[in-house]
Structures are given as structure tokens and as C-alpha cells.
């Protein structure tokens, strides 16, 4: 597991919660303190705190409210002081309801519980809205307000979820199957990430494994791994 924060584009870096990156947070350089992208399951605490040590953290946003995604934000926000934005469409669950939007009991039962606390939401982001250089995208299905950020001057996209790579070679991937019942919507999981390869990425990075670097490499996980 990588011990320091790992550059993968311009001002882009890549913080491994994990072995195999299983879970990331992805941190952009931005003028007024760093962006958090994600903060892992609960126990991630510790390692971001590594990992964020002598950065001034200015703004956690995440993809959306599943337990392996904001399991350690509540904690993040603490710590730091950043402001917590995310999807208006789970936001109101995020703070006082129910994030268990698995199709299958399952991923209603293990996913939530990798979240021990909630915090308020001091932004609500719709699409348009500015991450840092990126613009924001919706990505439903996976979760029914799962959000994706566009930077088109050097064509990166970065998304919460998949499909996930397991190889350090960005160029070619490997495809971890994950079950289809862990997605609110699979065929809509599936329909928003063919969408998002309309745009013809140059670079992927995701909050669970590693990069990809091609729009047909991610084309491909998309098809043989529809999960």
C-alpha cells in the first residue's frame, strides 16, 4: 500500500485506504486548501490522517452515501474543519436517514455499517456545480444521486465507482467482479458509465482501485463486467 499520496494527473492525487486501492480518496490541489474526494469506511480515519498530514484540507466532497464512501467523513470534517458537500438527492439520508440503497440485502446490510457517524451537509451539489477544476456530473444507478467529476482540458474523469481495477498498470487493467445486487439500479449503474464514455476520458480514477488510462480499456471493463 502506498505510504504518501500519489499524483496520477495535474493536481490530481491518489490516497490509498486500502491494499489493491480497494478504497481511495482522491485529493486536487486547489487554491484556498486541498479537496478530499471520499473519505473510505470508518476505520480510515487513521490513514488519512497520514496520508493529509501537513495539507491544509479546505473542502470534503464525496461521490455518494455509501458506507465505504463516507465512513470517515463526519471524522474528516472534525478534524479539519472542511466543509461536507455532496449529492442534494442524499444529503437529507446522509444526515438523518437511511443509506442502505442496495437492490440486494446484502449490500443493505454490510455497506452502512461502514459508517459509524453523520454529519451535516454544508453543500448540496447538483450538476454544473464546481469541484475544484471539474465540473460536476450526474452518475445514477449505482446509488440514486452517485456524482462524477469532468475535467475536459485534459480529459480526466474521476467516479465513485467502477468498474475496479486491481493492476498498477493503467494501461491494462484487470476487473475486480463485484456483485450486481450492491447497486441501487444495475442497469442504470451500467447506462451512466456507457454515458460518462461519451465523453472519451483520457484518464479514470476511481474511489475503488486503481487508474485507467483510455476510454476503450474502461469501454471494455463496462462490457465484460457489467456490475
Not at 496520508?51 to 455509501?66: C, E, I, K, N, P
Not at 443493505?108 to 459509524?116: D, E, F, G, Y
Not at 442497469?187 to 451512466?192: F, K, Q, W
Request: aromatic share 4%; with cysteine.
Amino acid at each position: 500500500m502506498a505510504t504518501s499520496l500519489q499524483p496520477v494527473a495535474d493536481g490530481v492525487h491518489l490516497a490509498s485506504l486500502a491494499p489493491l486501492s480497494m478504497f481511495n480518496s482522491v485529493v486536487l490541489d486547489g487554491p484556498d486548501g486541498d479537496i478530499v474526494i471520499d473519505s473510505g469506511p470508518a476505520w480510515s480515519g487513521k490513514r488519512l490522517a497520514r496520508l493529509l498530514r501537513g495539507r491544509d484540507v479546505g473542502r470534503h466532497v464525496v461521490t455518494h452515501a455509501h458506507g465505504d464512501h463516507v465512513g470517515s467523513s463526519a471524522w474528516l470534517c472534525s478534524h479539519t474543519g472542511a466543509p461536507l458537500a455532496m449529492s442534494e438527492i442524499e444529503a437529507d439520508d446522509f444526515e438523518r436517514g437511511s443509506i442502505a440503497y442496495h437492490a440486494g440485502l446484502s449490500g443493505r446490510l454490510i455497506v452502512p455499517r461502514m459508517t459509524r457517524q453523520r454529519h451535516h451537509v454544508d453543500q448540496r451539489l447538483t450538476e454544473g456545480d464546481q469541484v475544484g477544476s471539474f465540473t460536476v456530473l450526474p452518475q445514477p444507478g449505482h446509488s440514486p444521486g452517485l456524482l462524477a467529476f469532468w475535467r475536459e482540458s485534459d480529459r480526466v474523469l474521476i467516479v465513485g465507482d467502477g468498474p475496479t481495477n486491481i493492476s498498477n498498470d493503467p494501461t491494462s487493467p484487470r476487473w475486480m467482479k463485484l456483485p450486481v445486487s450492491w447497486h441501487h439500479d444495475p442497469a442504470g449503474a451500467v447506462e451512466s458509465r456507457r454515458h460518462l464514455a461519451e465523453l472519451e476520458p483520457e484518464l479514470i480514477v476511481s474511489t475503488h482501485g486503481r487508474p485507467v488510462r483510455g476510454v476503450d480499456r474502461w469501454l471494455d471493463g463496462i462490457r465484460n463486467h457489467a456490475h
